[in-house]
């Protein structure tokens, strides 16, 4: 059998040691490399149950996974939403918008069971809770005072709830001067806009008050 040489490329027959046409050698030897051998740390060779067996204070625990906000905002609507029901029921304002911050620190744990919400994380949580909503009901709301029968009935309520509360000033100008203004287009869109305002303060304070709540009540069992 014959083959090309390797350097001249010319025929040389099969077992010939060199080249007649330029003496290169025809034989070679492959040598094979060593396989290098990476040397692994003691300190990495641990099995797992002398990991296991490692003092607390030399592990990581799972519950130290940080927060992610961008993750945070499904349960905190989720949370708003049941606020939002929980009123529509009749439920005292006050102590919905408590059990929205608190249900926002509940539905976070149940979608990341491995962190840990304390009470600062968890007083943001209810934060946002309350933000949305605030979103949603003046959504609603807005909504709702196109319709002019509903809107009506708001101005209706809201007038009611003023006379009640001038029932216990019956003789002050201030209050009868209120009262009069509120019953033009002007003084209701007025009265609503600081109805607004006190509500985004109520939802924003209340929630991150449950919020904070939840956060200790859990960061303390998760600890126990």
């Not at 083959?3 to 094979?32: D, N």
């Not at 003092?55 to 708003?80: D, I, K």
């Not at 909503?133 to 196109?146: E, H, K, M, S």
Request: with cysteine.
């Amino acid at each position: 059998m014959e083959q090309p040489c390797y350097k001249c490329r010319q025929i040389v027959e099969e077992g010939v040691p060199f080249c007649p046409h330029c003496g290169a050698p025809q034989i070679r030897v492959l040598i094979a490399e060593p396989a290098v051998s990476v040397a692994v740390p003691a300190e990495s060779a641990l099995s797992s149950s002398e990991a296991a067996a490692l003092p607390a204070a030399q592990t990581v625990p799972v519950l130290a996974v940080p927060m992610r906000w961008s993750e945070a905002l499904r349960p905190c609507a989720l949370a708003a939403l049941v606020t939002f029901l929980l009123m529509s029921l009749g439920l005292y304002p006050v102590v919905a918008m408590l059990s929205g911050g608190f249900l926002a620190v509940v539905f976070y744990r149940q979608r990341h069971p491995g962190v840990l919400v304390k009470a600062g994380a968890g007083g943001r949580l209810g934060a946002l809770s309350g933000l949305f909503t605030f979103g949603v009901t003046a959504v609603v709301a807005a909504l709702a005072a196109t319709v002019p029968d509903v809107r009506t009935k708001m101005q209706d309520q809201l007038f009611e709830g003023l006379q009640k509360w001038a029932g216990s000033n019956p003789g002050d100008p201030k209050i009868q001067s209120v009262m009069e203004q509120l019953k033009t287009p002007q003084g209701f869109v007025m009265t609503a806009i600081a109805f607004g305002v006190s509500l985004f303060l109520l939802s924003l304070v209340l929630g991150s008050l449950g919020g904070a709540l939840g956060g200790v009540i859990f960061s303390r069992r998760d600890r126990s």
